[in-house]
């Protein structure tokens, strides 16, 4: 079950890396074609309108599919910006319930973002919602990156709740499969 896990984060994050790369893609077309528009002007010529249709919008899409295909695998590695300034100070057992407090409660939150999101991409499948630009993109497509980004990020919470609950530290805390220790002494151990 773990290498199926991890598996699917790192899936999760190769995709997002894709989409990033899609961004830079279509930018730099729409660049290359501003300059030789431009390079055409200024040998004398009439511009012929190069351009990449709906460009900024099919950015934005990609924009929108990395930053929530990457949730989960940032989660894993620690990238999230955690505020951990009060339970710094705490021990073992305070540190490990404030933990699967805040894991169950983002949890929930964002399992039920997922369902919100799922349920948003069946609507619009359902009545052919298309976005405004130059090419009609159906808008289930971009919305299906987003709600898959956000049922990985569950499976992850879900994931670091059941590890913590087992009395392991949890994944983005880059300490290995240790058990928790009951000592306040180490400001890293739950």
Known sequence: MRQALDFLYRASGALAAMFLVGICVVVLLQ?????????????????????????????????????????????RHGGHIRVSLLIQHLGAGPRRVIELWCLLASGLLVGY???????????????????????????????????????VLTIALIDEFVRVAMGR??????????????????????
């Open 169 to 190: 530290l949890p994944s983005y805390h880059g300490k290995g499969e240790g058990l928790l220790a009951d000592s306040g002494s180490d400001p890293d151990a739950l």
């Open 31 to 75: 660049v290359g074609a501003n300059a030789i528009d431009k390079a055409i002007a200024l040998a004398g010529g009439e511009p012929i309108g190069l351009l990449v249709p709906s460009y900024a919008e099919f950015a934005g899409f990609f924009l929108a599919a990395s930053s929530f295909l990457a949730l989960a695998y940032t989660l």
């Open 113 to 151: 973002f997922a369902v919100f999101a799922s349920n948003l991409v069946l609507d619009s499948l359902e009545f052919g919602d298309l976005s405004t630009g130059m090419v009609a993109v159906p808008l289930w497509i971009p919305q299906s990156a987003l709600a898959l980004g956000l049922i």
